[in-house]
C-alpha cells in the first residue's frame, strides 16, 4: 500500500509486499500468502504448549475424526505433503509417541495410523485451540463473508489443483 500523503500508516498497512501494484491478481495472490504465513505464525505459537506443529496438529484430528483407518498416503492427499514429507513428520510423532504406525494385517504392504493416549489427549487441546484461535482471527469477518470467503477458497483451490496437475516438470520430460 503507498503511503498516503498528511496519513500517518498503520504498522499493518507498511507490510504488504509492493510487487505487483499495478495488478489486483498479483496483489490478491502475495497477500493470501502473506496472510496464510501470518496466520500460520499465530496457530504455531498457539500450539507450542502442546508441543506439536501445526501440521502435527491437523494430522492428529484427521486420524482422530477420521471414519476409516488413515494411510500415509490418504493423509498427505488431505494436508497437501509429499510422501516424503508425511514420511518426515510421522516418524518424529511416533518419536515423540503421538502416533503408532502399524502395519496392515492385511495388506502387508499398507501402513495404518492411529492415535496412542498422549495422541489422543493432545487431539483435544488442539481442537480447543483452534476454535479459539480461528474464533479470534475471523471474528472481523460477518458469517455471510466466511461464507463468500470460503467459496472463493474453494474456486481457487480447484483452479491451482488443475494447474499442478497439467504442470509439467523436469522429472516428467
Avoid at 492415535?115 to 479470534?136: D, M, N, R, W, Y
Wanted: aromatic share 6%.
Amino acid at each position: 500500500m503507498a503511503e498516503v500523503p498528511g496519513r500517518k500508516q498503520k504498522e499493518a498497512d507498511q507490510y504488504w509486499v509492493s510487487f505487483g501494484a499495478g495488478d489486483k491478481n498479483i496483489v490478491a495472490g502475495l497477500r493470501l500468502e502473506q496472510v496464510r504465513i501470518l496466520v500460520y505464525r499465530v496457530i504455531t505459537k498457539s500450539f507450542q504448549p502442546l508441543g506439536i506443529t501445526p501440521e502435527q496438529a491437523i494430522i492428529l484430528v484427521e486420524v482422530h475424526n477420521s471414519s476409516a483407518p488413515m494411510t500415509p498416503t490418504r493423509l498427505g492427499k488431505i494436508i497437501r505433503r509429499d510422501a516424503a514429507a508425511i514420511s518426515r513428520i510421522l516418524s518424529r510423532m511416533q518419536k515423540n509417541g503421538t502416533i503408532l504406525l502399524m502395519k496392515d494385517l492385511e495388506y502387508k504392504n499398507l501402513i495404518r495410523i492411529e492415535l496412542t493416549p498422549k495422541g489422543t489427549e493432545i487431539c483435544e487441546g488442539v481442537e480447543k485451540i483452534i476454535k479459539s484461535q480461528h474464533a479470534v482471527l475471523f471474528k472481523v469477518l460477518s458469517e455471510t463473508e466466511v461464507d463468500s470467503f470460503l467459496v472463493m477458497l474453494e474456486k481457487i483451490n480447484k483452479v491451482a489443483s488443475d494447474v499442478l496437475r497439467h504442470m509439467k516438470f523436469k522429472s516428467d520430460l
